[in-house]
Structure formats: structure tokens, C-alpha cells
């Protein structure tokens, strides 16, 4: 997998430092871009900006739509880049608070769990504040379980 990924983004790599070079671009374009995220995907992929403010790009992609489409979309990925922060901050901090204030030995989520769906677990596990869970491992999931160790799963949405 890695090397495939390392492929794709030595394709990308290469042809936007022909296109930059041949097209004599400033030195102040390649700083503008120093906090931006590009994820390079298969050559089928589409070219599009992520809800977290990363550009998926194919590796396909020919340089010239590419820097056409950052320069286009270069405010927006900020924009979104800042909000999925603010987002993840205050999932960490009400994470937090549950686990405390629940008096959770242990409160994490699954990787397929979102920021958005940990934080409104949470914020309804700090509304209901089901006693029973104190001194429990809790895990936000898509499902209900209980595991051998103890490790208690709920759906993020759980009723």
C-alpha cells in the first residue's frame, strides 16, 4: 500500500515541478501552499476538495488543472482546514469532560466514528448521565457490545 501511495505522489510531484518550472511561477506560490494537504488517489479518482479541506487529487491529474484548481479552491481549503480543527478541538475537550465527569475509566471512539458523531454522543452521554457507566471502559462504535475484558460499545447515536 505505501508503495503504491509513494507512486502515486512521485506522478504528481513530478509533473507539477515541470509545469511550475516551465511556467516560471513566483516563489511566494509554492509558500502560499505550505499549509494546505493534497492526498493523491488512484487515476480513476476525482478531483475534488474534502469536507476537511484536503485536495483529493488523481494521480492522473495533469498540472496545469491541478494548480488551476488550487489556486481556485485555495481559500475554501483553508476555511474548511480551520473548521475541522474547531471541530476535532472541541471533540477533545467534551471527550474529556464525559470521561470526568462520568467518572469513565476509559472513553474513545472507532476509527469509522466521525468528530461530528463523537461529539454528539457525548454530548448526550453528558445530558442523560447514565449512572451505570461509571468506573467503565466506553467505546463509541456503530454498535452495541460488550466485550470479555469489559470494554463496553455503544453506537455514537445510541438510545
Request: charged residues 25%; hydrophobic residues 40%; glycine residues 4%.
Amino acid at each position: 500500500m505505501g508503495m503504491v501511495y509513494s507512486q502515486r505522489l512521485l506522478k504528481l510531484v513530478t509533473s507539477l515541478v515541470s509545469f511550475v518550472r516551465a511556467n516560471c511561477f513566483p516563489e511566494s506560490f509554492a509558500k502560499s501552499l505550505k499549509d494546505l494537504n493534497l492526498v493523491a488517489e488512484s487515476e480513476s479518482a476525482a478531483l475534488k476538495l474534502s469536507t476537511t479541506g484536503q485536495f483529493v487529487v488523481p494521480a492522473s491529474c495533469s498540472a496545469e488543472v491541478l494548480v488551476n484548481f488550487i489556486h481556485r479552491n485555495k481559500a475554501e481549503a483553508q476555511t474548511r482546514q480551520s473548521e475541522h480543527q474547531r471541530r476535532k478541538d472541541k471533540e477533545k475537550r467534551i471527550t474529556k469532560q464525559c470521561k470526568e465527569e462520568l467518572g469513565l475509566l476509559f472513553l474513545a471512539k472507532e476509527s469509522g466514528i466521525s468528530v461530528e458523531q463523537m461529539t454528539a454522543s457525548c454530548e448526550k452521554l453528558l445530558i442523560e448521565r447514565p449512572a451505570a457507566l461509571a468506573e467503565h471502559r466506553l467505546r463509541v462504535a456503530q454498535y452495541y457490545s460488550v466485550m470479555q475484558g469489559g470494554d463496553i460499545f455503544i453506537p455514537w447515536h445510541w438510545e
